[in-house]
């Protein structure tokens, strides 16, 4: 089955603790992004990824990496987490970055609380 | 910059009444315009999208959205709510020279029995 797997789906942590938040896909997509998902502010992109080792920052990078060494991974990668990063994430692929023609396949979520 | 106006954070219906969820975009040039649909403990699906060929845009479940140029809306309507419609719906836009969604920020449908 096509899908995007995101793991653990709950987690809490404690301030400063490094985490990360696996995503894999098995649809052979080249692009991947991460988002964040806050009540009353919808969705906003962390980072995407056009390829293997080719990524870029997207609205709201600050305290987050990420890195892609293989296509088919795009871990999240928060070094030194804090409380305003509590969030519902989110993993997303598609077949090509062109929104119009490669529909987004997302993930079922992480749950991260930081306490 | 684009952005999206999502009216009302929750919208509530009674089961067989018309959903009629409001999507406003702010874009000089006609964007690309989606739905998306995000059911409880899941990530978001394609509901249906925007493209130039037809202003009314039909999706899965028997959504369907009209582009309104003049308004610059998107609105998403269903004629007969069902309770298996009961999910967040986020409107997003993408220019067409951009690889970029911008997501609105959400209509909660709740759908009474």
């Known amino acids: 089955e096509a899908q995007v797997t995101q793991n653990p789906r709950y987690l809490i942590t404690v301030t400063g603790k490094k985490l990360t938040v696996t995503c894999s896909q098995n649809?052979?997509?080249?692009?991947m992004s991460w988002y964040r998902q806050d009540p009353g502010l919808g969705l906003r992109q962390i980072y995407y990824?056009?390829?293997?080792?080719?990524?870029d920052k997207g609205d709201v990078p600050e305290g987050y990496k990420v890195s892609r060494k293989e296509k088919r991974n795009f871990p999240l990668i928060l070094e030194s987490p804090s409380p305003n990063q509590t969030s519902l994430y989110f993993c997303a692929s598609s077949h090509s970055p062109s929104v119009y023609n490669s529909p987004l396949h997302f993930g079922n979520g992480t749950r991260l609380t930081v306490t | 910059a684009q952005s999206v106006t999502q009216l009302g954070s929750h919208v509530s219906v009674s089961e067989g009444a018309l959903v009629l969820l409001r999507c406003n975009y702010s874009s000089s040039v006609p964007p690309y315009l989606f739905w998306y649909v995000q059911y409880p403990n899941q990530g978001l699906q394609l509901l249906l999208k925007y493209t130039s060929a037809a202003t009314l845009v039909k999706g899965i479940n028997g959504f369907e959205a009209e582009f309104k140029k003049s308004e610059t809306s998107f609105h998403l309507t269903k004629p007969s709510a069902h309770m298996s419609d009961a999910a967040e719906y986020f409107c997003?836009?993408?220019?067409?020279?951009?690889?970029?969604?911008?997501f609105g920020s959400g209509t909660r449908l709740l759908v009474r029995p």
């Open positions: 649809m052979n997509h080249e692009y």
């Open positions: 990824s056009m390829n293997v080792e080719v990524t």
């Open positions: 997003a836009v993408s220019d067409r020279s951009s690889y970029k969604l911008i």
